[in-house]
Nanobody, 121 residues
Framework: QVELVESGGGLVQPGGSLRLSCDAS????????MGWYRQAPGKERELVAT??????SNYSDSVKGRFTISRDNNKAIYLQMNNIRPEDTAVYYC????????????????WGQGTRVTVSS
């Protein structure tokens, strides 16, 4: 019902910048929060940033002040990554929460396939 496609990942040097994009398609009217998560080698998937329908954002402490999430209505979200560190190396996943517009009003989280970010000199 909702499809998410990430792009923009790649190889970046420490201290560099990268901009990730996530394009959404399908039934976009009932999408609530959207966000970025990442999974580094040997670690669980973790929150990077989320953004609500009204544009309120929330960041993990590890990226606060360096990354910025933005949203183009329900069409797309972006992650501007500045001052990138080696520990930012991970597969980054886009997510969207879909609220079923009828009983039982289930909340479903959709995920993209991910885009890999590798930080290396």
């Amino acid at each position: 019902q909702v499809e998410l496609v990430e792009s923009g990942g790649g190889l970046v040097q420490p201290g560099g910048s990268l901009r990730l994009s996530c394009d959404a398609s399908g039934n976009l009217l009932f999408i609530d929060d959207m966000g970025w998560y990442r999974q580094a080698p040997g670690k669980e998937r973790e929150l990077v940033a989320t953004i609500s329908r009204s544009g309120l954002s929330n960041y993990s402490d590890s990226v606060k002040g360096r990354f910025t999430i933005s949203r183009d209505n329900n069409k797309a979200i972006y992650l501007q990554m500045n001052n990138i560190r080696p520990e930012d190396t991970a597969v980054y996943y886009c997510s969207a929460q879909f609220l079923q517009p009828r009983p039982p009003f289930q909340l479903t989280t959709y995920w993209g396939q991910g885009t890999r970010v590798t930080v290396s000199s």
